[in-house]
Each structure stands twice: as structure tokens, then as C-alpha cells.
């Protein structure tokens, strides 16, 4: 099934099973491993129905044009992690079909997904993941090494200083604060120049003006990197700071017994229901 040529990214009956084997899931190389979502422990799956229940989430039908940028609002178990692994190409739907900027990420075969992943994509995790052991500079010289590429140094220098972080260079994480690693980490997403950044929470442990700042970061490198934000959080201040925002569209998904389904949707049994997909 093709996307819609307009759409930036488009989800159309889109389903996944918790428990069992994940199909679509490789290995990640230790090296790659920072960067990418960590899905391993079914965090979507609601409490007392563990992944041996095959936890089925229903995903709303919905198209991002292009420009835009999308909240996932929705409670603790409703898919919003999920929803960035399938985005990212960690998981396979069960059902469905995901489209990418056109590219349908779920059909592309392993050695496709990373090349695809490494090239277009960055992600700012809620557990940073900076390796305790070695420096900033060699933290944002991993994403280059898992691919096969010489770290650009230039490149790191220049992200380092754009973000105001540049005198980190050679520290390690322990000596940095909460909102510094998190510039470390952003920084990290953007090396490549992604067509999309999705971040997991990146809220979620901030005081007030931390939340701020990191929220005033995240648009600003968005606008001057034309990259796409993706952003899943529960955190109701991530809506009133971004309520002015036209290109920021919320998609709110929620859980209903065995379903991802917005508001006031028909049961499970009923047809795909449409997307809870608003503006401001």
C-alpha cells in the first residue's frame, strides 16, 4: 500500500503484538546501541498482562504533512514508545502499513532498515545512554563508528558549540549535569543531519526551567535543521509551552482493553477507528 505522496509520515491500519519473538528485531551493536530506543522490556504492554498475554495495540489512522511535527500524548501503556520503534524500524508491525518520507520501513529487510535508520533518523532517549567510560567526543564519535564511517570531528566541534555545550568536549557523563547530557545527547541525534528526530520523554526528569530550556532546544533545532520532531510524552507542560505551534500536530492515543484507539472510538471489533489528529 503506498503512502500519500503529500504525507511525511502515514500510518494506516496499523497494529503489534507484545510477547513472543519480535519479528524485525536484529541484535544492535553495542557501539549503535546509544542511539536507539531501548524496547526491550514491553514497556507498552499494561500492568498484570505481561508479554506472554500477546498484548495487541490498535494504532489510529493518521498522515503528517510534510512540515509538520507530531506530539504522541497518551498515558504510561498506551503505545507512544512502541509507535517510535515501529517509526525507527526496531519492530515489525503485526499489521499494517508505516510509511517513512514514502519509504514503508516494516518492508525493507534488515541491512535496508539500519542504512535507512543511520541516514535519516536521530533519537534522544529518556535514559540518555552516554557510555560512563569514555569522553563527549568519543560518545558522538560511536554513531559514526557503528556505521562504518571516520567520526567527523568538525562535525561534533560545530554541534558541541551550536548547542553551547562546547567546552564538554572532553568530559565524561558523571561530571555533567542532567540538562548538559541531555545537549550531549541531542547533539548525538543530529550528527547526520536526520530527515526526522524522535524523542522518548525528554521532559520527563526536568524541573520547570530545565523543561524549558530543552523545549526552546528542541524548536529551535527543528526550524534550523529542518528536521522533523516526533516527541512521545504524557508531560502536560510540553502542551502549554508548543500551544502556539501551527506545524505541531497531537495525536493522542489511548488504551482501551486490547486497543490503541482515540476518544470515543468504536470497540475493537468495529472498523479502524479515525485518529484523535489536531492542531492548536
Known sequence: MASTDAALIASHGLRFRHGGAVRGRRPVAAAEAPSLPDVSDSSDAPAGRGSSAGFL??????????????????ASGSGKSTLLALMAGLLTPTAG??????????????????????????????????????????????????????PDDARIAALLAELGIAQLLDRRPHALSQGQAQRVALARALLRAPRFVLA???????????????????????????ASLVIASHDARIEAAWADWAALQRLKLAREGSAVTPPGSPSPTSPPPSPSFSNP
Open 200 to 226: 522518548d520523554e525528554p521532559t520527563a526528569n526536568l524541573d520547570d526551567e530545565a523543561c524549558d530550556a530543552t523545549l526552546a532546544l528542541l524548536r529551535r533545532v527543528a526550524d534550523e535543521h529542518g
Open 57 to 74: 495495540l490498535r494504532f489510529p489512522d493518521f498522515e503528517l504533512p510534510r512540515g509538520g511535527h507530531l506530539l504522541l500524548r497518551g
Open 97 to 150: 502499513h508505516l510509511a517513512m518520507d514514502g519509504v514503508e520501513i516494516g518492508a525493507l529487510a534488515p541491512a535496508a532498515r539500519d542504512a535507512w535508520r543511520g541516514a535519516h533518523l536521530g533519537f534522544v532517549p529518556q535514559r540518555l545512554h552516554l557510555s560512563p567510560s569514555l569522553s563527549v567526543r568519543d560518545n558522538l564519535a560511536l554513531p559514526y563508528v557503528a556505521a562504518g564511517l571516520r
